[in-house]
């Protein structure tokens, strides 16, 4: 293993001058995700600076109805806030969908939102990646791919984005504050993770030093009605083969409000826009919630031993939307087994 | 607390001290000035080495030296090629070991590891198994030294005369061991002598190995292992760490310590080869069987032979006048497989049973009554009577246990919600086999007793049970007897391995703890301030048991899962399994031994699976997170219960063994209960949610 600095920042700003400082600098939360890959020779930085200990260890109600919630927040402290569980429990149940309950109690929120794939060719310095290593290659799309993207991938890279949390963000238009070198900005959740295209090496749209401090989460009314529904192979301690997350709001029999978004099919959360549109203002049936799920899978390019992912993800979309049609019914939770 | 005698659930002895964390492993013994080794893995699947450049690994801080083929030391002869490691320039697999950075610190040897550059001058290679391969051979014998090929009467006229046929292809992925403990090995030389602190499941066999390979004779070797966290086979016999770890410490002169980093096991320490078997089986209308043929298809590496013997279990199961049973492998440039727990029968099981299961619905009888209408008193491919054969009564108290009666067999009509439910069964086999071994008692002047023998507890409980037929030959409270297992300076005694480890360990045991109170009761007076120790060897009494017996444990098991109509998971919502094992020494690690197998075969029934990559030539799930083994989420009800089975020709215990036998069938009733509830046969392991949802159509959401 290479050598490394390590710092404990006191201070957000203190953080971002140290990565500005040093060009091999890397930010450390709850180090689940960022020390397996430095075992694995993946991650090789200078310095490490720490900050897990900055003061955005807190979820506060905002003025506008909603919640901050700051990003050295534990998954499983966030998972467990009365609030979340009764206002959002899409996030709520997100999270408990995640790894096991010891890495839940060491990820934090803002690492969890920057892990990196689990391609198996990512995560073997032995072999060609272009995310880890640009113009080597991708030898997943003709390999070992059956997790890998349906959705939004290029011929460059078929990776998947891992976290579970992140696909309730994005149905929620959870916002990312940013503190970088030039001060403060927002980023919406769905526009935080990038696509592939050309550039497979670049998962987020942050630079170097960019230092997400809080999630923000709007009123979002209709998210009291929502739900995760996480399907894998283990039932427990497993990424997704896909995920859907949803919220909707039913008023006489018409889809009044509606959120979808997808995890285990793309380098990002999928949020399931083409389907929205189609499902707001229509009948709230298994029909139409299933001609507007084929419209927004219509666009899938799946591989060779991944395309049970399209049907799947469907089947998942439009179950999670009849349950959450019936107000009152079961959560998906509630009925497994 | 009861006496601990043989019947009694005995607490594990060690267990205080694993779960406290004091029991020390292979590599937590604390030994002065000690270095650190890494291997560096092939990055070819076949081809040769070109050249090494050590230099910027010799030049990271505290790297004290590399050894690759040019400066290690050579080696001795032994069987095995995987032992070899160095000594030529030649690469067999992608990920053979081939160099070695040895430092002061763990982190320095990674980075010496990482800084070794290997040129290699690459050919083409060949990784994938098929049945048409043309380098399938016949091996001369199989792994266990069984008949590669057995044949009785004539099975193509009566197959072609049956009223009911069943040929079908099964096929199972390759598997990983993957125990918690990794391969891991403590080297110390003291002049010429060696001790090495090693995480395997016979500590002779490696004493006699690493002799053999460095020239030295046994009695300057010594190999301990007191506690071993896990082996699954792949600890049975040495592994190439341990030759590794002798080696850099004999190079550097001081004490080495190497545990095989996960992502590297997959490669070095062994699996079980992936199999492709076709089984054909021919009945009358009631189900009672003429003709079975069960053909495997399975391959080996280029550095040695294993060939799983997975078409054993059919000359032994089932009563069949025409029978053909034949193992075919072919050699590929892929890392060696070998043991894992029940090998062949595991594999084999899953193709014969679930090839049962598909001949009572064919037949459209009951599993359960096909399985009895097809029992024998003699084991068919010997004609020998069975010393015990409890299947029968497993199946008629599996049955009872677990609600059989009235089950409706038509598949796909069970639903719970957006569940469909289904249930299914198989039965288990496993041989009950014995090696000589020898052991030791001591009456101890301080009225204590000690029993040495070179047994090894890999977890399963042998250190206690051992202590139990100890204290009940001497006729003594077991809180009275101490033992001494793990270690090549005691008594010699076998592997823990093919399920043999008890009764062989045991049969010493007991033979010599008899002796010793037979000459306490004949001594009269006081003991000597020596003690009095006796030694006994069973070579004789093993050979001397009858020939004339088939000598088998055997089980049922059933189960019970949901499968999701949209998303095609499956979860298993029960497990039950009876099994006839003989005299059942200890209830408590029985049942651990047992529910532990069971889990295994369910895991191996949905979720294990490694996968060959054709174009790198490895298997690509190398860590727990992606090889998915089944963890408590998976496994929510599993029971197991055991029959009462005198067996007077087994050895003084009458017992047989139990660490494998749970796996056997798991997978097939597992199979058979998706079937009952989808309607989808899934002959391909594992049981994937793609495999199954091209078949839910029905009951999914509508198109359009």
Known sequence: MKSFGYQRAQRAQDAVAALAATPGACYLGGGTNLVDLMKLGVERPELLVDVSRLPHGTVDRTASGGLMIGAAVRNSELAAEPVVRERYPVLSQALLAGASPQLRNAATIGGNLLQRTRCLYFQDIGKPCNKREPGTGCPARTGVHRELAVLGASPHCVATHPSDMAVALAALDAEVHVLGPDGQRTVPVTELHRLPGEHPERDTVLAHGDLITHVELGPVPEAVNSAYRKVRDRASYSFALVSVAAALEVLDGTVSRVRLAFGGVAAKPWRAYTAEERLLGGPATEAAFTTALEAELAPAEPLHDNAFKVPMLRNTAVRTLARLARSGGPTPGEEER | MNGGGLGEPLARLEGREKVTGTARYAVDHPVDGCCYAWPVPATIAKGEITSIDCAAALAEPGVLAVLTHENAPRLGEVDDATLLVLQSPRVAHRGQYVALAVADSLEAARAGAGAVRVDYRA?????????????????????????????????????????????????????????????????????????????????????????????????????????????????????????????????????????????????????????????????????????????????????????????????????????????????????????????????????????????????????????????????????????????????????????????????????????????????????????????????????????????????????????????????????????????????????????????????????????????????????????????????????????????????????????????????????????????????????????????????MALLEHSTMDPRFGDHAERDLASYHLAVCADVPEVSAYWIDEPDEQLNPMGSKGIGEIGIVGTAAAVTSAVWHATGVRVRDLPVRPELLLPGLGEWQVPNG
């Open chain 2, 123 to 603: 050919e083409p290679h060949d990784v994938v198994l098929r049945a048409d391969h043309p380098g399938m051979y016949k091996p001369d014998k199989v792994n266990g030294l069984y008949a590669t090929d057995r044949e009785r009467g004539d099975f193509d006229a009566a197959y072609a005369d049956s009223a009911v046929c069943v040929d079908e292809v099964y096929r199972t992925p390759a598997l990983h061991n993957h125990p918690m403990e990794p391969h891991a090995t403590t080297a110390v030389w003291a002049g010429d002598r060696l001790r090495v602190y090693e995480s395997t499941q016979g500590a002779d066999w490696v004493r006699e190995t690493l002799a053999a390979l460095f020239a030295l004779p046994e009695e300057q070797v010594t190999v301990s292992c007191e506690h071993v966290g896990g082996g699954f086979g792949s600890k049975g016999t040495p592994r190439p760490q341990v030759v590794l770890a002798v080696m850099a410490a004999r190079h550097t002169g001081r004490p080495v310590k190497l545990a095989v980093p996960r992502p590297q096991m997959a490669a070095v320490t062994g699996h079980r080869a992936a199999t492709e078997q076709r089984v054909r089986i021919g009945a009358d209308a009631e189900g009672r069987i003429s003709a079975l043929a069960h053909e495997v298809y399975t391959y080996s590496s280029t550095l040695r032979e294993f060939v799983e013997q997975a078409a054993v279990p059919a000359r032994i199961m089932y009563a069949s006048p025409h029978s053909r049973t034949t193992h075919r492998v072919t050699r590929l440039d892929v890392p060696s497989p070998s043991w894992m727990r029940a090998p062949g029968e595991c594999s084999g099981m899953f193709a014969l049973e679930a090839a049962m299961d598909e001949l009572a619905v064919a037949c459209r009888i009951d599993p359960v009554e096909l399985r009895l209408r097809n029992d024998t008193d003699t084991e068919p491919d010997s004609g020998h009577p069975f010393s015990s054969r409890g299947l029968a009564a497993c199946l008629r108290d599996g049955a009872r246990r677990f609600g059989w009666a009235g089950r409706d067999p038509r598949p796909g009509v069970r639903s719970e919600g957006r569940w469909l439910t289904g249930t299914g069964m198989a039965a288990s086999c496993y041989p009950a086999q014995v090696a000589p071994s020898q052991a030791e008692a001591v009456a101890e002047a301080s009225g204590r007793f000690r029993v040495r023998t070179n047994a090894t507890d890999i977890g399963t409980g042998a250190r206690t049970v051992l202590t139990q037929i100890a204290a009940e030959a001497l006729g003594v409270p077991s809180q009275l007897v101490d033992i001494e297992i793990g270690c090549s300076d005691l008594p010699p005694a076998p592997v823990a391995g093919g399920s043999s480890g008890t009764a062989s360990w045991g049969w010493a045991v007991h033979k010599a703890a008899q002796a010793l109170a037979k000459e306490l009761a004949e001594l009269g007076g006081p003991l000597p301030e020596t003690g009095l120790s006796v030694r006994a060897d069973t070579a004789q009494d093993v050979a001397d048991r009858s020939q004339r017996y088939a000598r088998h444990a055997f089980g049922a098991q059933f189960a019970e899962v949901a499968v999701d109509m949209d998303t095609g998971e499956t979860r298993l919502r029960r497990l039950l399994g009876v099994f006839a094992v003989g005299r059942v020494l200890n209830p408590r690690t029985a049942r651990s031994q047992l529910v532990g197998g069971m889990i295994m075969g369910g895991s």
